[in-house]
């Protein structure tokens, strides 16, 4: 029984080599009532060809060689699988964590601390008819100016987001800028006479 043990545990260290810790559980399990059937099977060859192979001759050899395999490999294949893990391609899927690389509002410090932009107050709306309206007399090429307004730099100086609305702020210091304005004392010396203009002079005076 020790010389098929021998033989037994020396096809298993050629046979199990591939496997990691196989051959060493194999070893354990021919100290246990497992091993003990195994043994005994491995020792159910034939006395003529046991002897033959004993012998050395060939045929024999090989089918006990083949019969001892056969019990290795049944063992083997009774034997637990290990796992196979497959590598993450993003590791932190598995923690609900963003891709290497990329930056979010909770793990950026700098996101953390950032105060969201000021609103810049520009002022009242209008539709440009009431603002060419209200505005007409102190503006006299108001018309013309807001017909060319995509040329002359006034829509993108004071075109509110709304269709049609204009900032009004904005447009009258578009127009300022460019001396199109006239201020209220130039009103005041172009505003029309009337019969009571020189009786409200008197009393002033």
Do not use: C
């Not at 019990?71 to 083997?76: K, L």
């Not at 440009?128 to 006034?154: M, P, V, Y």
């Amino acid at each position: 029984m020790t010389e098929t043990r021998d033989k037994l545990l020396l096809l298993a260290r050629d046979r199990l080599r591939n496997r990691p810790g196989e051959y060493r559980r194999f070893q354990n399990a021919l100290e246990t009532v497992e091993g003990t059937r195994m043994l005994t099977l491995a020792g159910a060859l034939p006395t003529v060809t046991r002897q033959a192979a004993d012998y050395g001759i060939q045929r024999a050899v090989e089918a006990e060689r083949a019969h001892l395999l056969a019990i290795v490999d049944r063992w083997a294949e009774a034997q637990p699988k290990p796992l196979a893990v497959e590598p993450l391609s993003n590791p932190g899927a598995a923690m609900n964590l963003p891709p290497l690389g990329t930056e979010t509002d909770e793990l950026t410090p700098a996101k953390r601390t950032a105060k969201p932009a000021a609103q810049v107050d520009r002022g009242g709306v209008l539709k440009k008819t009431a603002l060419i309206k209200k505005h007409e007399r102190q503006w006299k090429t108001i018309n013309r100016d807001f017909q060319d307004a995509s040329d002359n730099g006034l829509s993108k100086a004071a075109k509110a987001p709304g269709h049609g609305d204009w900032f009004e702020d904005d447009a009258l210091n578009w127009a300022r800028q460019r001396g199109k304005l006239r201020d209220d004392a130039e009103q005041q010396t172009l505003r029309p006479a009337t019969p009571f203009s020189g009786l409200i002079h008197r009393i002033q005076g």
